[in-house]
């Protein structure tokens, strides 16, 4: 049994990321159809069995013509040539382009045998014709005003892609331009990174699901939303198991579900009082790496694992109860972790240097992590701290689009200062006058 007796003190940031991180690497490949792939990492080489484009092609609609015919061509001077065929995309030409001749082409189409170049419909007189009632079926010539050179609106084969290429390597991140890549080579599915599955869990006699009627003393469970909310956002699926009471048999019960997951993470029970049941259980069925971090807010923190049956160790993670320790202390602490588990290789979060709005005050030498809104004027970043820092005022988060850094051995930074922020990683950034 491991007890909290004689745990070490209070962890840096950096030692709990170190400690944290040893647990994690990256999950097994899956494979996955290529719609379903989007945001996640390639487990694979990826190389072309074929040429793109696998012919040579237009690019144009147009006429596919032998640019020697019409080096001395212009509006004044048009050069007429024979039309003898017409090719639409998806057909393979069966005719030869002789000195003298044309033959109408659509964009995509193979080049056909003999031609060189295609002059674009706009530089002949189909449109004059047509204006004039003469169709195209009834042309039998056409007039180019326009020189080109060798190769003009001639896309060659394998432009793109040469067969035997390699294509995509395996680490990068599948965006939509990697799905239509894929797509273009005729692969329908692809390996990769397989996401992980984390279970949540929420802990308090005092939590009411949302939706259900308030009642005098209880508040509304939103740790669970805003965590597996966090999850979606870097890659993770989460598995959402309820709220567990503030009694030990209630938590088994839950854990004894979260145990197939690849981690789990709980909210609340991690401080010191009389009802912090998490620390109490990983203390009896767990390991208990550490359980303090000098950070605030999201001080009291718990890191350990649970054995499953087969004898494999799934890491757990105790999130503070205060929603904003929550959320601080996931992106500091469980993002990295995802991302490790996803595959991603660049796991650092943006950062940028500005100018405090607003004291930020350090009164206990942890590192805080104030909320702001990060906005740029004159070529310049401002960090405006969010009004309330307090760790139980959710809409500071809401608000923020990053979190200014004071050091722990800084009492105080005033406003005007210099900050570092990190950057949240949500779908809204920074504004302003760019």
């Keep these: 049994m491991t007890t909290f007796d004689g745990m070490p003190s209070m962890l840096s940031v950096e030692e709990a990321q170190e400690k944290i991180m040893s647990m994690f690497a990256p999950l097994e490949p899956e494979p996955k159809p290529i719609l ?36 001395h061509a212009s509006l004044n001077e048009p050069i007429n040539l024979r039309l003898i065929g017409h090719i639409a995309a998806g057909q393979l ?11 109408r082409i659509m964009t995509g189409a193979p080049i056909p045998d003999g031609a060189n170049a295609v002059v674009p419909f706009e530089d002949t007189d189909e449109f004059d014709n047509r204006a004039n009632g003469i169709s195209v079926e009834n042309m039998d010539s056409v007039e180019v005003r326009v020189s080109l050179t060798e190769g003009t609106n001639i896309r060659p084969k394998g432009q793109d892609i040469v067969q035997g290429q390699l294509v995509l390597t395996k680490g990068s991140v599948i965006r939509p331009a990697e799905v239509g890549v894929l797509a273009s080579l005729g692969r329908n599915t692809v390996n990769v990174i397989r996401k992980p599955i984390i279970a949540v869990i929420s802990t308090g006699d005092e ?33 959402f198991l309820g709220i567990a009471r503030d009694s030990l048999e209630s938590l088994n019960t839950k854990l004894e579900e979260a145990l197939s997951a690849d981690l789990i993470i709980t909210t609340a029970g991690v401080s010191r009082g009389d009802f912090d049941i998490v620390k109490d259980l990983l203390a009896k069925r767990g390991k208990i790496t550490f359980w303090t971090v000098r950070m605030r807010p999201a001080k009291p923190l718990a890191f350990g694992i649970f054995p499953r049956a087969n004898g494999e160790n799934v890491p757990h993670i105790g999130l503070p109860g205060n929603p904003v320790s929550t959320l601080v202390a996931f992106e500091e602490l469980v993002r990295p972790a995802i991302l490790t588990m996803v595959g991603k290789q660049n796991i650092q ?14 009164y206990d030498e942890r590192r805080v992590y104030a909320r702001v809104t990060v906005t740029k004027k004159n070529h310049a970043y401002y960090a405006t701290l969010t009004g309330d820092q307090g760790s139980g005022i959710l809409t500071s988060m809401a608000r923020a689009n990053g979190l200014a ?29 760019f």
């Design 207 to 239: 939590l009411l699901e949302p939706g259900e009627p308030i009642t005098p003393g209880k508040i509304y469970n939103s740790n669970s939303y805003s965590v597996c909310s966090s999850i979606l956002v870097y890659g993770g699926i989460p598995k």
């Design 349 to 362: 979060k943006s950062v940028v240097n500005a100018i405090l709005v607003g004291d930020i005050v350090n």
């Design 93 to 103: 030409p069966n005719q030869e382009v002789a000195p003298g001749t044309a033959i």
């Design 405 to 433: 850094i004071c050091p722990e051995d800084i009492p105080i930074m005033k406003s005007g200062e210099t900050v570092e922020v990190q950057m949240l990683d949500w779908p809204e950034g920074i504004t302003g006058d």
């Design 36 to 71: 379903e792939s989007i945001g996640q990492v390639l487990a694979e080489d990826i190389t072309s069995d074929i040429n793109i484009p696998p012919l040579d092609n237009s690019s144009m609609d147009g006429y596919a013509i032998r640019y020697e015919d019409v080096l």
